[in-house]
């Protein structure tokens, strides 16, 4: 099984081909998405990491793409910063995206590199931290009330005001009330700043929202 190393990082790059061949691992380096989708065409199966950063992807819709053109590939997004909004919107979009980023010790790294090769997702110790703990943040931070949440969810989703109201059998003066204190709750102006709140909090799920 081929690893294909999509890392134009030079000292990241020796740091992988040093344990890839540890594990006695066959690897190719490629420079940038063009050649590496040639290399994905005769290898279906292939394990790719990714420096999803510093490589000429786009968006996260860009790897979904990838993704669904070669749906057995299996990806380790190997990044010094990825932001949570974009770890979240993957992990719920499917399984064969693993997170590892580069601050992670060495044993991490090969545990990672284990765990992707055998169709395992993987998500780094201090991934896992920073979406757990802004969890608990958000959630300490502001108590909505469950209809709120609910309005919340449908707002996020993209319903208009009477929309919801005509949803809950509510009048538009109600549902705008709700809307309002929500918005005073969470000190947003904007249906987009409460939408990113919504899904930080996964209050929404994000594979509905990007759809």
């Known amino acids: 099984m081929k690893i294909y ?13 040093y344990i890839i061949q540890g594990e006695g691992l066959e690897y190719q ?6 050649e590496l989708i040639e290399c994905l065409k005769d290898d279906i199966q292939a394990t790719v990491i990714l420096d999803y950063t510093l490589f000429d992807i786009n968006d ?23 932001s949570l909004d974009f770890v979240r919107f993957l992990m719920a979009s499917c399984n064969m995206f693993s997170v590892l980023l580069k ?26 931290e920073m979406l757990l703990f802004q ?21 996020a989703l993209g319903m208009t005001t009477k929309e919801i109201a005509e949803k809950r059998f509510s009048s538009f003066h109600t549902v705008n009330t709700h809307r309002k204190n929500i918005f005073r709750k969470l000190n947003v102006n ?14 929404v799920d994000s594979a509905e929202y990007y759809i």
């Open 29 to 34: 380096y490629t420079s940038d998405k063009v």
């Open 60 to 82: 996260a819709a860009e790897l979904l793409i990838l993704y669904q053109r070669f749906p057995r590939v299996k990806w380790l997004l190997f990044s010094e910063d990825l």
């Open 103 to 128: 601050e992670s010790p060495m044993s991490e790294i090969r545990e990672a590199i284990r765990f992707v090769l055998r169709g395992q997702r993987y998500v780094c110790q201090r991934m896992m």
């Open 135 to 155: 969890d608990q943040k958000v959630e300490e931070q502001v108590n909505l009330t469950k209809t709120e949440v609910e309005i919340l969810k449908d707002i």
């Open 5 to 17: 190393l999509a890392d134009n990082q030079d000292i990241t790059r020796a740091g992988l081909m």
């Open 190 to 203: 904007t249906v987009h700043e409460a939408t990113k709140y919504a899904l930080r909090a996964g209050l």
